[in-house]
């Protein structure tokens, strides 16, 4: 028998899988983590003067991102151009006296209808949402490098739909002013969520392409952009957690991630679920130890609410305004500081950690027996199998292990989590989850003794920073302040 905790599931037998991880704990002690947990979240949610942090449980659309013991190269390559392509849609432009990042003007017909992100794509990060009354349950993907919170209705049959006509609560403002994004309009409905009682109404962009065009046959659904900027908004409307804000949901202006594995995670608006984590792993350890913790007072809720926060690395975001840029002071590769210096963007739907082509060539360098593959697939790398390095990322002196340990049970790997696969069957090198980059174009660098060239442009703002990725967030959870504009780390 299983006890059910949302999308994550605690043992009574020896029937369930123990843990995704496969670490070994035991049975007792993952049923008793989750009567706790479930105990931490309903006594933040029960105290009126605190505001507790609202947690969706997320899943990768698809699962988790594959590593077979043998690398499909093609498919990486693919999956790689997917990323570039994502980032290539915004460029730099002048607001002012200040530069920020806005969409890229798309020239057709119907080049002014399309939106940034895709509702529906495999390899999304996505959350369940209930709109409507009576309530509908419609996938919601989160999306880092958007800035617009929409809901798409096509008449195509794939996706998750939103019936505004089987809604009781559904209103348009004015059916005669759409928004100023063209097939969009601006109504209201309600949301209803985790842990509050009552709905609460919120405005949306709710866009319905024509029958004819082509993006109708696109998958329906919700999308919620979550970066922190205005200038990436195309439909000009508020954002969903601001909304949240004012109506006085959440108390404080901060959502995180907090990845469990490849495929299941935690989305928290409004703080983060370290405190609900942490008074879980205790109450966990009271029940199993209670000789221990005989004279152990309890957390009240307030003071977990008030000291969430206080244990989190917060660096401020730079860059051009518009995604949550921020600086790497260091990478270390076996104890030594290889590269200084480096901007990055965070994204979480991105599978990789992708690079800029030289700090890409310094790292792996770095890594004894490593070697470039040649073209076409020349923006990865192969190490040997059974030599993995041990990487630390360094941010304003505080220095962290990324991309240890073993793949996630089911998704074998001889490299381990740094690995996406043997370069061939048989072979002793694998490849590196650190690809390197091909955004923008201009001068030629030449390779060295690679013998590969890429070309390299500052106009869009892409050509040195890195994009640090989902695996990222697997071994340090994030969360980030929309109103202060920065991120804050904590280890996972």
Known sequence: MCLFVPRLHFCLNSRCDISESGRGRTM?????FGLALMRAASTMAAIPSVLPPIHYTISRRSGSFPAPDTANLTYLLEELKVVETRFNATTRDFNGNMVVRKPKRIRGTQGNTILLGEVGREGNWFADLKMGEPAQTVDMDLDMLTADWWVLSTSSSKGSWFLDFNSKTYEQVDSEAPLSFPTCRGPTDV?????????????FAHCRPAKQWLRALLPSGAYLGLAPSPSLSQTKTVGLLQQLMEKKAIGIPVWSLLLINGKEGLFSIGGTSAASVRQAEKETDEMLNPEEHAETK???AEAKAKGD??????????????????LMRGIWVDGIKVLDNQPIVLDVNTPFVVA?????????????GSRQLPPPYDQFHAYPCFNPPKIHFEFEQWNVQVLK???DKGTFSPGGRFSLGRMATGSGYCIGIVVESRMGVGTALNGGETGSSVSIDGGNGLADVWIVGEPFFRDVQVAFNWKEKKVGMQRA
Do not use: C, M
């Open 28 to 32: 007792i002690s993952y049923f008793t």
């Open 191 to 203: 949301v209803h969520l985790p842990t509050i009682q009552r709905p609460i109404p919120i405005s």
């Open 298 to 300: 309890r957390e009240t």
């Open 309 to 326: 926060l206080k244990d989190w690395k917060w660096i401020k975001v730079h860059g051009a305004e518009g995604w949550w840029q921020i």
């Open 356 to 368: 800029p082509p030289l700090a890409a060539r310094s790292f792996y360098s770095s890594i004894s």
């Open 405 to 407: 340990g073993n793949r």
